[in-house]
């Protein structure tokens, strides 16, 4: 365990408040094997100081983890405690199978923690009947966001497990495709022995009903929704996500002797089609926690009341326990645990969780909205460390944790093994704020007659343009994925909508390029600092749009998490550009010649598809892609000055390239057959070639 994770631990673990900054300086330096005296030195604090700050911390870490910490205990303590934890998450999340050996027979994804789970009694004997006695093929548990449906659907699996071969629990938030999640549990029902080598859905769903035949397997589904279509008529699906209806609908109508569990918000069409109370398909219709359920998911938030008051809370929220998660930690800090003063705020009917968030998250510090949103973007757990490097400009360690754990109490985060994360109704509500905000942004209306436009666009803030990424070039592919469907593609979905085309949208998305440029810019022509992700999001919604970019402008700004894999650059100008966690493309031919020029800080490669690339050589980054020879290049040199390359190819020709701009300066033609050498006399004067 190393320091900083140390300290990690210790503020998720302090209840009340977060450590100093002497504290945590005393703490890291302890941690090192330093004397209270080196430690004052190094941090320019009186020893009798540090000595108290200690004498302080130590006694606050004793009350924390309940045993005596001291300078030569602390190291253990943390540790051991570390472990526990630990342990405890991976007994009651990741292996509920109580065995100490994994299990090879079941595989719980990434199953959420149901330590804390009050009733429910009534709809988990429903289902185990249902499941069990009744050997229903497939099961729908349904019901708006927060109610429930995943903690439960773990629970009955939890509770299940014995009575099945096999169990896999799978979340389809961040969905893969159909045939890549059948290839996977077909791949784990054969224990490792299969890999279908073939991505046709009824092949695979035929080869896992045979798996579904011969044992007995529990497979549940969790997040249905995310597979259907947003806006369509319900129950439809996304393109490419077609297979899980069909999926759905043998499971419900061929024979075999295991149970798919689905949750979902939506009703799938094929549930609606086959379900009925003496069929073996059936759907729950979830409603909120009873009275006495709620009441303990209140009171573990610290909110202890009159029963009657209790009551009417439970009821104003439909008993949704996520509801009444989140707005116990308001009426705690706000109205002192008075509910009545909470509700007599209430004006308008809960119609659903959304006005909740919304009224606690506009109570957000700066800190914690950022928090929020960069959680929202990354749409699966983060460690701290990760989000901190998304955060601009950077954030103090210690101002993160305690942002954290403030937004953990508040229920608006979750903490789990894998890191943070949102619950999904919090995550979608975030999401929908960012990509709101960064339209106005784009689109924001100019006073006509006022000030000149170009003027009061130079005013613009593009605060969250410049602070958010859209989607994270260097994200694993699905999560990328799931960032353009979720958050680029709604946002530009907007924007089409408000400018009517795509050339339009290019236009405004060009022209606030160039504001963020002049905003990135000093005077001088340098870059005021390598921050913000503007540059990216405009590259990134431009590719998106199919916007053809070449001979295009990016010079002079600095471009984060652009993902330029399956884009074409030619001529694209990233002079002086800052490219910061991009991902661009293997576009190279075969690499028939290279050459560094005379400083050794350029490199220019020339291939088989007649192209000439030339990259940076301190960081690999690309500058250039010089086209215009028809076959391979075969040869390629800088003059002494490393303005001019000279290129020759198969094409019978040379070229003459002026390394800054990319343009063709000269075309040499007269040889008949390839040239296949070319070299730059020492005064740049004079250049010889060779067939
Ligand atoms: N029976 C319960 N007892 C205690 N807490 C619960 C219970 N059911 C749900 N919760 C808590 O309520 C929150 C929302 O639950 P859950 O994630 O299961 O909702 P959901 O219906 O799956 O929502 P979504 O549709 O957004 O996926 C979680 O924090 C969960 O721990
Ligand atoms: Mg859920």
């Not at 439960?152 to 497990?161: C, D, E, F, G, T």
């Not at 007995?216 to 393109?239: H, I, M, P, T, W």
């Not at 998106?544 to 471009?559: C, E, H, P, Q, V």
């Not at 800054?660 to 740049?684: E, H, K, P, R, W």
């Given at each position: 365990?190393?320091?900083?994770?140390?300290?990690?631990?210790?503020?998720?673990?302090?209840?009340?408040?977060?450590?100093?900054?002497?504290?945590?300086?005393?703490?890291?330096?302890?941690?090192?094997?330093?004397?209270?005296?080196?430690?004052?030195?190094?941090?320019?604090?009186?020893?009798?100081?540090?000595?108290?700050?200690?004498?302080?911390?130590?006694?606050?870490?004793?009350?924390?983890?309940?045993?005596?910490?001291?300078?030569?205990?602390?190291?253990?303590?943390?540790?051991?405690?570390?472990?526990?934890?630990?342990?405890?998450?991976?007994?009651?999340?990741?292996?509920?199978?109580?065995?100490?050996?994994?299990?090879?027979?079941?595989d719980?994804?990434?199953?959420?923690?149901?330590?804390?789970?009050?009733?429910?009694?009534?709809e988990l004997n429903t289902l185990q009947q249902w499941i069990d006695r009744d050997r229903c093929r497939l099961v729908a548990i349904l019901g708006?966001?927060?109610?429930?449906k995943t903690?439960l659907s773990v629970?009955l699996a939890?509770?299940l497990q014995?009575k099945f071969d096999f169990v896999v629990w799978r979340s389809l938030?961040?969905a893969k495709t159909p045939s890549e999640m059948l290839l996977a549990v077909v791949?784990f029902l054969?224990?490792?022995?299969?890999?279908p080598?073939?991505?046709d859905i009824n092949a695979l769903i035929s080869r896992l009903l045979e798996y579904l035949q011969r044992y007995r397997c529990l497979l549940v589904l969790d997040n249905f929704e995310s597979v259907l279509k947003?806006?369509a008529q319900a129950g439809a699906y996304r393109?490419d996500y077609e297979g899980y209806g069909t999926l759905l609908r043998r499971i419900g109508e061929v024979s075999h002797r295991s149970c798919i569990v689905i949750t979902s918000r939506e009703m799938p069409e094929e549930v609606a089609t086959l379900e009925g109370d003496i069929l073996p398909v059936r759907a729950l219709q979830l409603?909120?926690?009873?009275?006495?359920?709620?009441?303990?998911?209140?009171?573990?938030?610290?909110?202890?009341?009159?029963?009657?008051?209790?009551?009417?809370?439970?009821?104003?929220?439909?008993?949704?326990?996520?509801?009444?998660?989140?707005?116990?930690?308001?009426?705690?800090?706000?109205?002192?645990?008075?509910?009545?003063?909470?509700?007599?705020?209430?004006?308008?009917?809960?119609?659903?969780?959304?006005?909740?968030?919304?009224?606690?998250?506009?109570?957000?510090?700066?800190?914690?909205?950022?928090?929020?949103?960069?959680?929202?973007?990354?749409?699966?757990?983060?460690?701290?460390?990760?989000?901190?490097?998304?955060?601009?400009?950077?954030?103090?360690?210690?101002?993160?944790?305690?942002?954290?754990?403030?937004?953990?109490?508040?229920?608006?985060?979750?903490?789990?093994?894998?890191?943070?994360?949102?619950?999904?109704?919090?995550?979608?509500?975030?999401?929908?704020?960012?990509?709101?905000?960064?339209?106005?942004?784009?689109?924001?209306?100019?006073?006509?007659?006022?000030?000149?436009?170009?003027?009061?666009?130079?005013?613009?803030?593009?605060?969250?343009?410049?602070?958010?990424?859209?989607?994270?070039?260097?994200?694993?592919?699905?999560?990328?994925?799931?960032?353009?469907?979720?958050?680029?593609?709604?946002?530009?979905?907007?924007?089409?909508?408000?400018?009517?085309?795509?050339?339009?949208?290019?236009?405004?998305?060009?022209?606030?390029?160039?504001?963020?440029?002049?905003?990135?810019?000093?005077?001088?022509?340098?870059?005021?600092?390598?921050?913000?992700?503007?540059?990216?999001?405009?590259?990134?919604?431009?590719?998106?749009?199919?916007?053809?970019?070449?001979?295009?402008?990016?010079?002079?700004?600095?471009?984060?998490?652009?993902?330029?894999?399956?884009?074409?650059?030619?001529?694209?100008?990233?002079?002086?550009?800052?490219?910061?966690?991009?991902?661009?493309?293997?576009?190279?031919?075969?690499?028939?010649?290279?050459?560094?020029?005379?400083?050794?800080?350029?490199?220019?490669?020339?291939?088989?598809?007649?192209?000439?690339?030339?990259?940076?050589?301190?960081?690999?980054?690309?500058?250039?892609?010089?086209?215009?020879?028809?076959?391979?290049?075969?040869?390629?040199?800088?003059?002494?000055?490393?303005?001019?390359?000279?290129?020759?190819?198969?094409?019978?020709?040379?070229?003459?390239?002026?390394?800054?701009?990319?343009?063709?300066?000269?075309?040499?033609?007269?040889?008949?057959?390839?040239?296949?050498?070319?070299?730059?006399?020492?005064?740049?004067?004079?250049?010889?070639?060779?067939?």
């Amino acid at each position: 365990m190393t320091a900083d994770e140390a300290v990690t631990f210790i503020e998720l673990s302090l209840e009340e408040r977060s450590l100093t900054r002497v504290e945590q300086s005393v703490f890291l330096g302890v941690w090192q094997g330093f004397s209270y005296s080196e430690i004052a030195k190094q941090t320019g604090y009186d020893a009798g100081y540090i000595k108290l700050v200690s004498h302080k911390l130590w006694h606050l870490l004793t009350e924390t983890f309940g045993e005596k910490v001291t300078k030569g205990t602390v190291q253990n303590v943390v540790r051991r405690r570390m472990q526990v934890k630990k342990a405890d998450i991976t007994s009651t999340t990741t292996i509920p199978n109580l065995n100490a050996e994994p299990n090879s027979h079941q595989d719980w994804g990434e199953v959420v923690d149901v330590t804390f789970f009050y009733g429910r009694e009534i709809e988990l004997n429903t289902l185990q009947q249902w499941i069990d006695r009744d050997r229903c093929r497939l099961v729908a548990i349904l019901g708006m966001g927060g109610l429930g449906k995943t903690a439960l659907s773990v629970k009955l699996a939890q509770q299940l497990q014995d009575k099945f071969d096999f169990v896999v629990w799978r979340s389809l938030s961040n969905a893969k495709t159909p045939s890549e999640m059948l290839l996977a549990v077909v791949h784990f029902l054969s224990q490792h022995r299969e890999m279908p080598e073939t991505n046709d859905i009824n092949a695979l769903i035929s080869r896992l009903l045979e798996y579904l035949q011969r044992y007995r397997c529990l497979l549940v589904l969790d997040n249905f929704e995310s597979v259907l279509k947003d806006e369509a008529q319900a129950g439809a699906y996304r393109k490419d996500y077609e297979g899980y209806g069909t999926l759905l609908r043998r499971i419900g109508e061929v024979s075999h002797r295991s149970c798919i569990v689905i949750t979902s918000r939506e009703m799938p069409e094929e549930v609606a089609t086959l379900e009925g109370d003496i069929l073996p398909v059936r759907a729950l219709q979830l409603r909120g926690l009873d009275e006495s359920a709620a009441e303990r998911v209140l009171e573990s938030k610290g909110i202890n009341a009159l029963t009657s008051d209790l009551h009417r809370l439970v009821d104003w929220y439909r008993g949704n326990p996520l509801a009444l998660k989140i707005a116990a930690t308001s009426i705690k800090d706000l109205y002192s645990g008075n509910i009545n003063r909470f509700l007599e705020q209430k004006t308008i009917i809960f119609s659903g969780i959304g006005n909740l968030i919304e009224e606690q998250y506009q109570r957000l510090t700066p800190h914690e909205k950022q928090i929020m949103i960069w959680l929202a973007i990354n749409r699966e757990p983060v460690q701290p460390n990760e989000l901190r490097s998304d955060i601009v400009p950077t954030i103090e360690q210690n101002y993160l944790m305690m942002a954290l754990r403030s937004l953990k109490r508040r229920s608006l985060v979750e903490h789990t093994a894998a890191g943070f994360t949102q619950q999904p109704v919090v995550m979608e509500f975030v999401t929908n704020l960012l990509t709101d905000q960064i339209y106005q942004e784009i689109t924001q209306e100019h006073p006509l007659g006022i000030l000149p436009n170009i003027q009061f666009k130079l005013n613009r803030q593009l605060f969250y343009l410049r602070h958010y990424a859209l989607i994270k070039a260097t994200a694993k592919d699905y999560i990328r994925q799931s960032q353009v469907r979720l958050i680029l593609e709604p946002l530009l979905t907007k924007l089409l909508g408000r400018l009517g085309s795509q050339q339009m949208v290019a236009k405004e998305l060009f022209t606030t390029l160039n504001e963020l440029r002049r905003r990135e810019l000093r005077p001088e022509g340098e870059l005021k600092s390598t921050f913000g992700y503007g540059g990216g999001n405009i590259i990134n919604l431009l590719c998106n749009l199919k916007i053809d970019l070449t001979g295009r402008d990016f010079s002079y700004m600095a471009i984060r998490q652009a993902y330029l894999s399956e884009v074409k650059l030619y001529r694209v100008n990233f002079a002086r550009t800052e490219l910061i966690k991009s991902v661009f493309a293997e576009v190279i031919g075969g690499v028939l010649s290279v050459a560094f020029s005379a400083d050794g800080k350029l490199l220019a490669i020339g291939d088989t598809k007649g192209d000439i690339h030339l990259w940076r050589v301190s960081d690999g980054k690309p500058l250039l892609t010089y086209r215009g020879h028809k076959g391979w290049v075969v040869s390629v040199c800088f003059n002494p000055e490393g303005t001019v390359l000279a290129s020759s190819s198969v094409d019978q020709s040379i070229k003459l390239w002026d390394v800054s701009t990319g343009n063709c300066l000269n075309t040499l033609q007269g040889y008949i057959g390839a040239v296949m050498s070319v070299a730059f006399s020492l005064d740049g004067t004079t250049i010889a070639s060779g067939r």
